[in-house]
């Protein structure tokens, strides 16, 4: 929209780059062009602005395909005025001298024109095509179709506008055809989801069987190892208390051999004393049988005195002297007869 001001009963137009200005005053033409700014009055001037940017129409209609089913199509048609004086005169975009504002709809009436074109063409397409097809392959067809009709179209032309792009966003089915459509594909997917989970559960079982197996076999390698572990103990065991009942035979048989030696000695010893003493006894009967009686007497006492008890005191009677001395008188020997006339007492 222009931007005027107002000065003294005059008014000052001032316009963008993308609008073009046409002024005419008393029906002649006094401004023409985009981007303007001038003085103009208001009572003998005649207005219009024609934007000649490019602008996007945004188009959404429904169809029906060959095998009757409706769809509804979104499409987007960028276009540009590129016949300024041409769309001014053929559509109203003249404006307010006082407030610059349109003083119709003239932007409505491009819409209008580009919309019902673009939907005569693409209906056209739709209605031989069947709605797989539509949905498959038809956004490129009903695109190219709609570019085609909008640039053979000869009230576009002699409007002044031209058609910069034509984009077909989408080409969708009811809602409950869509579902039925979707459901195919949806269990397909869904199938393949399965097989892919039973699959999944069919190689974690194989694995956790190979695992098992596994487990299995170590335990029967181990149960085997401890048997031998096992046996090896008992052969240890067997051959230790062989070598101890081997080692004890022969510690015995020393030791018996060892006694026997020592018998043997001790009775050769023994033997040999025996016949010493015999022989000794021998020769001391052969010594003492041509002696004296009265020498083996004194010999006896002898013998009997190294063999008595030890003597403390001894006491000696009056008769015991007597008689001793008697003895000793005659010549006798103390202890030859005295044994009668004893009367000493001992302590």
Known sequence: MADITRRFGWR???????????????????????????????????????????????????????????????S????????????????????????GIWRGAPLEQLATLLTETAQQHALDVLA???????????VAAVRQRIADG?????????????????????????PEVERALRTPAREQIQQEADRATYERRAVAVERERT???????????????EEQ?????????????????????????????RLVRLAK??????????????????????????????VLQALALNRVAENLPRIDSLTLTPDVLTGLLERLGRGGAPGAGGASGAGGERR
């Open 12 to 74: 000052h137009l001032r316009s963008a780059p993308t609008a073009h200005i046409c002024h005419h005053s008393r029906g002649t033409l006094v401004h023409d062009g985009p981007g303007l700014s001038f003085w103009y009055r208001s009572l003998t001037a005649a207005l219009s602005e024609v934007p000649v940017d490019d602008r996007e129409l945004a188009m959404s209609f429904h169809a029906r395909t060959s095998d009757f089913q409706d769809v509804s199509v979104q």
């Open 76 to 99: 987007t048609v960028t276009y540009r005025v590129n016949a300024p004086a041409t769309a001014a005169a053929r559509l109203d975009f003249s404006i307010d001298p006082d407030t």
């Open 229 to 257: 572990l096992v046996e090896q103990h008992g052969t240890n065991a067997r051959r230790e208390a062989e070598e101890a009942a081997a080692a004890d035979a022969v510690r015995a048989e020393a030791e018996a051999a």
């Open 211 to 225: 695992i098992a197996e596994n487990e299995l076999a170590s335990r029967i390698e181990l149960a085997r190892r």
């Open 150 to 174: 909008l640039a053979a179209e000869p009230r576009r032309s002699a409007t002044g506008i031209e058609v910069v792009a034509v984009r077909v966003v989408a080409i969708r089915p009811e």
């Open 128 to 138: 031989r095509t069947a709605l797989s097809a539509a949905l498959v392959d038809g």
């Open 265 to 294: 000695a001790k009775a050769e010893a023994a033997r040999e004393a025996g016949t010493a003493r015999a022989e000794a006894q021998a020769g001391w009967l052969r010594v003492h049988a041509d002696v004296d009686p009265k």
